[in-house]
């Protein structure tokens, strides 16, 4: 009897075990381990990401963002001025329709027509006041795009919205053939936001907007520090390149440092800092990395007899910067 129960005992045992056994995760160095390779992580600045966007109308802006956001998302933002006399959010469709597809949310703001950036600022503040959308704005990043006499308005319109709490986690200001940083002084570029990056890009083909006016507003975002900020220079482009509705492969001159601006910007992405901030020249005054020919060679020139627009340049002289 004492020998049947032994072996009883002895199976009942075996079964447990072998059970305990076979509910047990496996134990980790036990599995072979397997390396990601290096370059899966790594971003192809440029290409886009292929979120579905939808574009939202209001009375006076326009505005392009994803179509399927979490509940619980939050945007960064991104704010376009367009070039003089520009209306119609179509005219810059390829980087609209990109920057949206990266996962932001990207509000173009129509010219305002005049020297200041007032009505523009006034125009993003009814998108980003809206409560149906605002839910989705991640106020603490933001982004700054603009092109010739937007790409001047650029600084002002980020100048107000920081001095309003935006862009406190990420800022920068991507500017495209600048013309004029309307309604900013000497002193406002001193007490600028000190962890904007910027990138500023220079078209010299034709000869349309004279480089001095890019030249003196990168000079005065020396404040920033060389790190913070880029001056590319693309001669073989003209300054209409950033319009239209071609293709990405069209626009890479723009979309690719424009794309690692905005990972590096808003996620930190220390692979992006070479793409988007280390292009150009950081002296570009200094080390005559910026052809510059006579002012009157330019259609947009660094000197005016305009009483209206010399009122709105402050006390900046834009034609001091002289190789």
């Known amino acids: 009897m004492k020998f049947f129960l032994l072996v009883i005992f002895a199976y009942i045992t075996i079964l447990i075990m072998g059970c305990d056994k076979g509910s047990k995760e496996p134990h980790i160095a036990e599995l072979e381990p397997i390396e990601t390779p290096k370059d899966i992580q790594k971003r192809v600045y440029g290409v886009s990401l292929n ?11 326009t505005l392009y ?5 979490k509940a619980d998302e939050k945007l960064p933002i991104v704010l376009f001025a ?25 509000i173009y703001a129509p010219s305002p027509m005049e020297y200041s950036a007032d009505k523009s600022i006034s125009r993003i503040s009814a998108v980003l006041n809206d409560n149906l959308v605002a839910r989705y704005f991640d106020k603490s990043k933001l982004g ?10 650029a600084f002002k319109v980020m100048d107000y919205f920081s001095k309003h709490g935006y862009g406190s986690a990420g800022r920068f200001v991507f500017a495209m053939d600048a013309w004029f940083a309307f309604e900013m002084s000497k002193e406002d570029f001193k007490n600028f936001p000190k962890n904007t990056k ?3 890009q220079q078209y010299n083909k034709h000869n349309t907007t004279d480089p001095r006016i890019a030249l003196t507003i990168f000079d005065k975002l020396s404040i920033l520090g060389d790190d913070n900020r880029d001056y590319q220079v693309y001669l073989d482009l003209n300054h209409g390149y950033p319009m239209g509705s071609g293709s990405y492969e069209q626009k890479q001159m723009i979309l690719k440092p424009l794309d690692a601006l905005m990972d590096y910007t808003f996620f930190a992405n220390q692979n992006a ?10 002296k570009p005054y200094k080390d005559d990395f910026q052809p510059i020919a006579s002012s009157f060679t330019y259609d947009y020139r660094c000197n005016s007899d305009n009483n209206d627009l010399i009122s709105a340049l402050k006390e900046l002289n834009y034609c001091s910067i002289i190789p």
Request: avoid cysteine.
């Open 51 to 61: 979120k579905e966007i939808e574009i939202q109308s209001f009375p006076n802006s």
């Open 198 to 200: 910027v990138v500023m």
């Open 144 to 153: 700054v795009i603009g092109h010739s006499s937007g790409g001047g308005i």
């Open 82 to 106: 367009p070039g003089w006399s520009s209306q119609d959010y179509s005219n810059y469709k390829t980087l609209l329709t990109f920057i949206a597809s990266q996962g932001y949310a990207v």
């Open 273 to 282: 800092y070479k793409f988007a901030l280390d292009i150009g020249s950081d």
């Open 65 to 69: 963002m994803p179509k399927i956001i």
